[in-house]
């Protein structure tokens, strides 16, 4: 069983940068990916970015490449979202994710959710 709890998000200015938190529970964290999905009101959960469970492989949606980075601690059973040059478009509820063994694009796989945390970026 992990849980996990997102934090960081916030009200920001477009040009900004946030950088939010996962911070997980169990003590078998490394085994598994983590994603960050985010859903803008009336729109469908996409995904934003994932790190593998040793925090060796990345991956981002081309909507975020070069712009935000993901990354993880194991020590502190953290994964981070480095969020910069912020658009209005970014604005969601980010929710992060871990699946056991590895990760994924697809939402519906996912072992395990946060309930989120709303980035606003203001135009």
């Known amino acids: 069983q992990v849980q996990l709890v997102e934090s960081g998000g916030g009200l920001v200015q477009t040009g900004g940068s946030l950088r939010l938190s996962c911070a997980a529970s169990g003590r078998t964290f490394s085994s598994y990916g983590v994603d960050w999905f985010r859903q803008a009101p009336g729109k469908e959960r996409e995904f934003v970015a994932a790190?593998?469970?040793?925090?060796?492989?990345?991956y981002y949606a081309e909507s975020v490449k070069g712009r935000f980075t993901i990354s993880r601690d194991n020590a502190k059973n953290t994964v981070y979202l480095q969020m910069n040059s912020l658009k209005p478009e970014d604005t969601a509820v980010y929710f992060c994710a871990a699946k056991f063994g590895s990760w994924s694009t697809a939402h519906s796989v996912m072992d395990y959710w946060g309930k989120g945390t709303l980035v606003t970026v203001s135009s």
């Open positions: 790190v593998s469970g040793s925090g060796g492989s990345t």
